[in-house]
Nanobody
């Protein structure tokens, strides 16, 4: 059974930082692009960041460019999202996604359960 398990969410003040992790099991994603999406209350789920299979290319939504960094450790089958300079509008449930279509910023077949990030002003 394939699982993506996110961790690292929480409550942080504006301007603070969090690091999300996504650990995969049941299948290796070393040959696949991975991504992070988020969904705020009352809004549609949106693309946040993506990384190609080797880690050599990354993609970001305009709203997070320069503040968020996606990375991966294929040996650990894990993807990370470092979030700095957080803003209240970053508040959302963050989802890890496997086999992300990063060029089109659309999700692939696999989802984690999500982790809540809340940024207070």
């Amino acid at each position: 059974q394939v699982q993506l398990v996110e961790s690292g969410g929480g409550l942080v003040q504006a301007g603070g930082s969090l690091r999300l992790s996504c650990a995969a099991s049941g299948r290796t994603f070393s040959g696949d692009a991975m991504g992070w999406f988020r969904q705020a209350p009352g809004k549609e789920r949106e693309f946040v960041a993506g990384i190609n299979w080797s880690g050599s290319s990354t993609y970001y939504a305009d709203s997070v460019k320069g503040r968020f960094t996606i990375s991966r450790d294929s040996a650990k089958n894990t993807v990370y999202l470092q979030m700095n300079s957080l803003k209240p509008e970053d508040t959302a449930v963050y989802y890890c996604n496997g086999r992300t279509r990063i060029v089109t910023a659309t999700p692939g077949d696999y989802w984690g359960q999500g982790t809540q990030v809340t940024v207070s002003s």
